[in-house]
């Protein structure tokens, strides 16, 4: 039932959500978030001052009345659902605020109910002109879920002027901030949000994995290591890459490469002593012949070979500083994924974000081989000299992707029809 009514529900929060508000949103995502600092905080002219905050207990303390009062939905369900409370060691608990616990639509209320701070701030302080003389207050806000950074031109702003505003907001939600993790920071200092480290060094801004973060993924690393004493090296492989592969992932489109290579020592250094209490009674040559191997000129390498008559079965431990660093692109802040004049840009975005990984690679090369290695709308090769994205396409009850040329996937919008039959499609 809540599916149901977050099909209705998510096109209005869509489109009355605030431009840089990323959490629980389609095609939206931390990179975005993180980009977006970039874009308010590099500049040599850009604020020196941000404002960390962290609603408490957000999703537990949203006001039934505001909900009931603002969300444009069928009132009787949505008090029903605020109402249900949930069950504990066969014990009920009443809610008598907050979202529902657990439920699919939670996510896109709590968003509704934050949407509209930016636009407040906006209007505050805008920049405008007095006696001639202009005055820009770089008031940025971002947000993701109920973490937010709100940056301003000094200290005194943030705490005199933004930060009451901030709370007057809040309280008519029936929400407060959490008091020990809002902050205001000089950028000079750098602060944390999202996993990464935000920090200006002698004027330019580094975006680091955060140290905190580094030492979640450190202990989890030793606890699947440290668990898994007696498993073959196989096993411990295979348990350590989608660990280190997801991390990796995370921190590939920002200013990472040190830390990998400071997270490849440490988990050599574990990987070293795990293999030592193996053998006790055996030399560090032995050892380290029996589990570290050399492949392509690079010594050292935790890997093993299941079946000695099939080189090929070699299994290898991921390497962090492997991972090519690259650029993320950040969404537009309007962009709407269920605005048809927005569907152009997705379709771009689709294909731009397809290219960004290995599987998405073989996955492109899967539809252009499918495709005869054609456009499908107008029979032309699809090649490097023309542009092509994306697109998706109802084909016998199935959604399915084809790669067409930009101004085919153009024409395709406008002129689709249903005496109009393409080439192949």
């Given amino acids: 039932m809540q599916a149901l009514y977050l099909m209705a529900l998510e096109p209005v929060a869509e489109t009355t959500a605030d431009n840089n508000s990323y959490g629980f949103r389609k095609e939206r ?53 605020l109402n249900s409370g949930f069950v504990y060691n066969s014990e009920l608990f009443p809610t008598v605020e907050g979202t529902p616990q657990g439920g699919i639509i939670s996510p896109t209320l709590a968003n509704m109910t934050l949407d509209g701070l930016e636009a407040v701030l906006k209007e505050r302080f805008k920049t405008h002109r007095k006696g001639g003389v202009w005055t820009n207050y770089k008031v940025h806000f971002i947000r993701y879920a109920d ?19 901030v709370r007057e907001f809040l309280k008519a939600r029936g929400l407060t901030l959490s008091e020990e993790k809002t902050k205001i920071t000089h950028i000079s200092k750098g602060f944390d949000f999202l996993g990464y480290n935000i920090r200006k060094y002698n004027g330019k801004l580094l975006i680091k994995p955060s140290k905190d973060g580094l030492k979640r993924f450190m202990t989890k690393i030793r606890e699947t290591i440290e668990s898994h004493k007696g498993v073959k090296q196989e096993s411990l492989i295979r348990l350590l890459n989608p660990i280190i592969t997801g991390w990796t992932n995370y921190y590939r ?50 890997a093993v070979t299941p079946n000695k008559k099939k080189p090929e079965s070699k299994i290898v431990l991921k390497r962090l500083y492997d991972t090519k660093i690259a650029r993320f692109v950040k969404i537009k802040g309007e962009a709407n994924p269920f605005d048809p004049e927005w569907s152009a840009y997705f379709d771009k975005r689709a294909t731009y974000k397809m290219l960004q990984s290995l599987n998405g690679r073989k996955s492109l090369l899967y539809i252009w081989e499918r495709q005869q ?12 000299e023309n542009a092509w994205s994306v697109v998706k396409r109802l084909t016998n009850n199935k959604m399915e992707n084809y790669l067409l040329h930009d101004s085919c996937r153009r024409s395709y919008h406008l002129l689709k029809s249903e005496d109009y039959e393409p080439a192949f499609m």
């Avoid at 940056?151 to 930060?163: C, D, F, Q």
């Fill in 29 to 81: 995502s931390t990179f975005d978030a993180r980009e977006q600092c970039f874009c308010v905080l590099a500049k040599d002219t850009s604020s020196e001052w941000v404002l960390e905050g962290d609603i408490k207990g957000c999703f537990d303390h949203i006001s039934h009345e505001w909900l009931q009062n603002n969300i444009p939905m069928d009132k009787v369900m949505l008090q029903k659902w």
């Fill in 147 to 165: 973490d937010f950074i709100i940056s301003g031109t000094s200290k005194e702003l943030l705490k005199n002027e933004v930060l009451p505003i």
């Fill in 253 to 302: 489109y920002c200013v990472s490469s040190k830390t990998f290579r400071t997270a490849d020592r440490l988990i050599f250094e574990k990987l070293w002593q795990w293999a030592l209490r193996r053998h006790p009674k055996k030399g560090k040559y032995w050892v380290a012949n029996k589990y570290f191997h050399t492949i392509k000129n690079r010594k050292w390498t935790f």
């Fill in 373 to 384: 290695r054609c456009c499908p709308y107008c029979g032309e090769p699809i090649d490097k």
